[in-house]
């Protein structure tokens, strides 16, 4: 109810006429005055792009543009192999508040689609940005301490190295010691490194040579993150590629055909035939010889052979091999200080 004032334009006097309103009215007038109020919704946010994808990780994130009126107590990002992601799905936790952030994903699967948003909770719920899609995939790099950059391939569980090992020092910053002369190399039991020949031409394709006591030492071979490949995974790596797991123990030649699935194909940096070469795995084997125990050079295009962290006994570890004139691989040992190719696998 409400007075209203009325004056009579004849007499000029002034009469009070009494308004009731009807509760529908008064929920409007209330409602009218709540509205200028700010309200408390969800926030809003965009998703920004995927970027440095790199076999099984990957980096993404959002930009919080509202917070709804709230404060923003979580946000990250989600991804699932459908359409739209939530959080029942992978999630990333980045921190709270608004503004933009950047969420880096790991265990992802090689070679699969995948769908992201980013998302913002607050008092109200959750919002989430514009989906994005992006794909894994089997390739990547790695970087040794030198700065040399090799390329990387994901072959079932494992992450190898595609190219031979080239660096010159220990993780730790430590030199590996290069022995050219014959004499010296021969009965070496410290870690030592050499290039085919004696030539620096060969080591951008065929990488350096290493005795097996530069594979050993403790001071570390491999990029960081990574190790020099040991008799174990090289036998998952046979087996995933075809071999008979009966035979992965075995020494000698083993196998039908998969050491041409590990060899380069054709006879650009292997010589002729390079019998059953396919490269199937993408393992990219390429035939840098090797150095005897005594200092002598043998085997360039013609023989791939690679140092495994096992050791036989006081002088001997074992090793793989590849040919050219076959497609099997040779599992035995060979005297500790020969000097071989090097492959590693991510940890």
């Known amino acids: 109810m409400y007075k209203h004032f009325i004056r009579d334009q004849l007499t000029g006097r002034i009469f009070v006429k009494t308004v009731l309103l009807s509760a529908a009215a008064s929920i409007l007038f209330s409602c009218s005055e709540d509205s200028t109020e700010p309200s408390n919704s969800v926030p809003e946010l965009t998703t920004a792009e995927v970027t440095d994808i790199t076999g099984t990780t990957a980096k993404c994130g959002g930009i919080i543009t509202s917070s709804g009126g709230a404060s923003v107590t979580v946000r990250g990002v989600c991804w699932s192999v459908d359409e739209l992601p939530s959080l029942e799905d992978s999630t990333t936790n980045d921190g709270t508040g608004t503004g933009s952030f950047t969420s880096e994903i790991t265990g992802l699967t090689a070679e699969t689609q995948y769908y992201i948003r980013a998302y913002a909770v607050n008092s109200a719920g959750t919002g989430y940005g514009d989906t994005k899609e992006f794909s894994t995939t089997v390739f990547g790099t790695v970087t040794d301490i030198d700065g040399n950059i090799y390329e990387t391939r994901r072959i079932g569980d494992q992450w190898w190295m595609t190219e031979n090992l080239k660096v010159t020092h220990y993780l730790n910053g430590d030199s590996i010691a290069e022995v050219e002369d014959a004499a010296e190399w021969d009965g070496l039991a410290g870690g030592v490194c050499c290039n085919y020949g004696n030539n620096e031409s060969y080591v951008g394709t065929y990488g350096k040579l290493y ?46 055909d998969e050491g041409g699935k590990l060899k380069e194909a054709g006879t650009e940096n292997w010589a002729t035939p390079n019998t059953a070469a396919t490269n199937e795995s993408g393992f990219t084997a390429l035939p840098g010889g090797y150095r005897g125990p005594e200092g002598d050079y043998s085997s360039i295009y013609n023989s791939a052979l690679f140092w495994v962290t096992r050791s036989i006994s006081e002088n001997a570890a074992y090793s793989r091999m590849l040919s050219s004139s076959d497609g099997y691989i040779t599992r035995t040992g060979r005297v500790k200080n020969s000097g071989f190719s090097v492959r590693c696998v991510k940890d």
Do not use: C, K
Not at 234 to 251: H, V
């Open 211 to 256: 005795n097996w006591f530069a594979v050993n030492d403790s001071r570390g071979l491999a990029p960081e993150g990574w190790h020099v490949a040991s008799d174990e995974e090289w036998q998952e790596l046979e087996i995933f590629i075809g071999m008979d797991p009966s035979e992965a123990g075995d020494t000698g030649y083993r196998g039908t």
